[in-house]
């Protein structure tokens, strides 16, 4: 695609930011183009501008969700190289879930159950965000282990507290109740506290 205009630019991030918010809501299957038109308020022409299809739309949420999930723990994802830190950043996602009633669940999360097993680009997509959000947890446990703090394995450790973390969010969504990714992430720090000198 060429180089879009500022207009250009800002009406493509509009579609994606309403087509996220519809997708939240309503899942992949049940969000069409003709309601991300409707929703904001441009023509099937001016959308199909943009994205040659609703895969490469969804693509484009993906990336959007992504950096989203990576914007609201940007403060602790950067100093997360200690357990002081690992427990506030634990505090700051458990937070996130009271504050918003324990609905929704991660974006990332639910557009993999809804989009793994249909399209191999979007699996792709999501495994590669997952990665990203790994290598965040990953990075600030390689830098306790190269300070000597941490015996064992820090990508093994970033795996573990990520599949927590999605486990956790993924009961806490359905029960409506925080407990169980309270639960999920204090075993996993509790361990990595176990590891640490």
């Known amino acids: 695609m060429a180089k879009l205009t ?3 630019s800002a009406t493509r991030n509009r579609i994606v930011a309403v087509a996220a918010k519809l997708i939240a809501k309503r899942g992949v299957a049940q969000t069409s183009i003709e309601d991300v038109c409707d ?4 023509s099937p022409s001016q959308l199909y501008h943009y994205f040659k299809n609703k895969l490469a739309l969804v693509r484009a949420v993906i990336d959007y969700q992504t950096k989203a999930v990576m914007e609201i723990q940007a ?7 200690s357990i002081g830190a690992l427990r506030r950043w634990r505090d700051h996602l458990v937070g996130l879930q009271r504050t918003g009633g324990c609905k929704g669940g991660c974006p990332l999360g639910t557009l993999s159950s809804e989009l793994a097993e249909i399209s191999p680009q979007a699996r792709h997509d999501l495994a590669s965000s997952f990665e990203v959000w790994e290598d965040g947890i990953r990075t600030g446990l390689r830098a306790m282990r190269d ?6 394995d820090p990508d093994e450790l970033a795996l573990a507290t990520l599949a927590a973390l999605q486990g956790g969010l993924l009961l806490t969504q359905s029960r ?3 407990a169980p990714l309270e639960a999920a992430l204090d075993a996993v720090i509790d361990h990595i506290a176990s590891l640490s000198n």
């Open 176 to 178: 409506r109740d925080p």
């Open 39 to 42: 929703a904001a308020a441009v």
């Open 75 to 81: 403060n602790y994802l950067r100093r997360l190289d």
């Open 6 to 8: 500022p207009k250009g």
């Open 147 to 152: 300070r000597g703090d941490l015996r064992g």
